[in-house]
């Protein structure tokens, strides 16, 4: 099984995939679980977007969207056999770059198209933290870590809101599940556990 935790930025999607993971791991019962993040800027390509978020390098739309769907490729081989295995959880993915580079240009249906194209890995379930922008905003803002060019941006935080509240009404690419991300942190890995198990996971 694959799950994917997305959310705006201030949405807690490390939090809550790292908690789910912990979750999943104490029932014995269930099989391995494999958690990804993305991006991963101990990579080479995780770098580059590194790069691009924080020294301020200028990339356009597509540039954008192919430097982020490149790490999807290179894994999509591991992500496949980890998924058979048992549960794949990722902390972001090709759906950010369904909310992301989309507001920046990129064309919806070629996106779905590319993805198509190169097979990227369909999950099986993605979980959307829906929380309200203001609430993420201050969140943010009260971490000490540097701010990416993102985070810093109001406006487009806002933006990427709606966005993301379109992808899940219209179950864009695969199925999403709408959790209430304005709750606290031990009920909302409780909520998307509860999902989990609605799905007879063994």
């Known amino acids: 099984m694959f799950l994917v ?14 908690n789910l993971k912990e979750k999943l791991d104490d029932q014995k019962k269930l099989r391995s679980v494999f958690l990804v993040k993305y991006p991963d800027y101990e990579r080479n390509v995780g770098k580059l977007i590194k790069d691009f978020l924080y020294q301020n390098k200028n990339l356009s739309a597509e540039q954008q969207f192919l430097l982020y769907s490149l790490q999807f490729l290179m894994d999509k081989e591991l992500i496949a056999e980890k998924r058979k295995a048992g549960i794949v959880i990722a902390d ?15 064309d919806l249906k070629k996106a779905l198209g590319f993805a198509n194209d190169f097979k990227i890995e369909k ?8 929380v309200d922008p203001e609430i993420a905003i201050k969140r943010k803002f009260g971490e000490a ?4 060019r993102r985070e810093k941006d109001f406006q487009f935080i806002r933006k990427t809101y709606q966005q993301y509240d379109c992808l ?35």
């Not at 935790?5 to 809550?16: L, R």
């Not at 870590?145 to 990416?148: A, G, R, W």
Request: glycine share 8%.
């Open 168 to 202: 899940v009404k219209n179950q864009v690419w695969t199925k999403w599940v709408r959790i209430d991300g304005n709750k606290g942190i031990e009920e909302i890995t409780q909520n998307i556990y509860n999902e989990i198990q609605n799905l007879n996971v063994q």
């Open 145 to 148: 870590k540097e701010k990416n």
């Open 123 to 130: 999950p099986d379930l993605v979980f959307y933290l829906d």
């Open 5 to 18: 935790i997305e959310g705006i930025d201030g949405a807690g999607c490390e939090t809550q995939a790292k």
């Open 92 to 106: 972001r993915y090709f759906t950010t770059a369904l909310c992301y580079q989309i507001l920046e240009g990129v």
